[in-house]
Nanobody, 115 residues
Framework: QVQFVESGGGLVQPGESLTLSCAAS????????MAWYRQVPGKGRELVVI????????NYAPSVKGRFTVYRDNEEHLIELQMDSLEPEDTAVYFC????????WGKGTPVTVPS
């Protein structure tokens, strides 16, 4: 059973940092590109970053490039998202999944950056 468990979200002030974590299971993790997505209530899910299975090929959305850094640990089946210089526009629920996505989604972890 494919499962994603996200954690690490919270309430931070503009300019501060957070690190999100995602534990994945139920599939061959080191064979799959992984990604972080985010969703604001009432809006569609946005792709934040893709990290290839080797951990080297990485593509960031323009809105987060230079502020967010993604890592993966293929032995532990984990990916992390280091988010620096957070802005109110980063407020969303953050999810991880494969890329392309699998039908199963975790509960996500909320990030709130007040304006």
């Amino acid at each position: 059973q494919v499962q994603f468990v996200e954690s690490g979200g919270g309430l931070v002030q503009p300019g501060e940092s957070l690190t999100l974590s995602c534990a994945a299971s139920g599939f061959t993790f080191d064979h799959m590109p992984m990604a972080w997505y985010r969703q604001v209530p009432g809006k569609g899910r946005e792709l934040v970053v893709i990290i290839q299975k080797d951990g080297i090929g990485i593509n960031y959305a323009p809105s987060v490039k230079g502020r967010f850094t993604v890592y993966r640990d293929n032995e532990e089946h984990l990916i992390e998202l280091q988010m620096d210089s957070l802005e109110p526009e980063d407020t969303a629920v953050y999810f991880c999944n494969t890329f392309p996505i699998r039908p199963s989604w975790g509960k996500g972890t909320p990030v709130t950056v007040p304006s």
